[in-house]
């Protein structure tokens, strides 16, 4: 979270940060876990699933169908 402020801070203020996307993040952002995504990519049918890249609490993931 620090580096997600972090990057966010070069281009917001300190208060529309908390005010407005922190607070935007904890009401709306509830993914389910990483774990649980690619199994369901696998229960679905794709192969090679694997994440592709990652920073922090972001991810880039996949497969092959």
């Known amino acids: 979270m620090n580096q997600w402020k972090a990057f966010?801070?070069?281009q917001?203020?300190?208060d529309?940060?908390?005010n407005k996307?922190?607070?935007k993040y904890y009401?709306?952002?509830?993914p389910a876990k990483?774990?649980?995504q690619l199994s369901w990519l696998t229960e679905i049918g794709f192969?090679?699933?694997d994440i592709l890249w990652k920073y922090y609490n972001?991810?880039?993931?996949g497969g092959r169908k």
Do not use: P, T
Not at 27 to 30: M, V
């Open 12 to 14: 917001l203020s300190e």
């Open 8 to 10: 966010m801070r070069k």
């Open 34 to 36: 990483m774990l649980e």
């Open 47 to 49: 192969c090679e699933v």
């Open 58 to 61: 972001f991810a880039v993931y």
């Open 16 to 18: 529309e940060i908390e």
């Open 21 to 23: 996307c922190i607070s």
């Open 27 to 30: 009401e709306e952002d509830r």
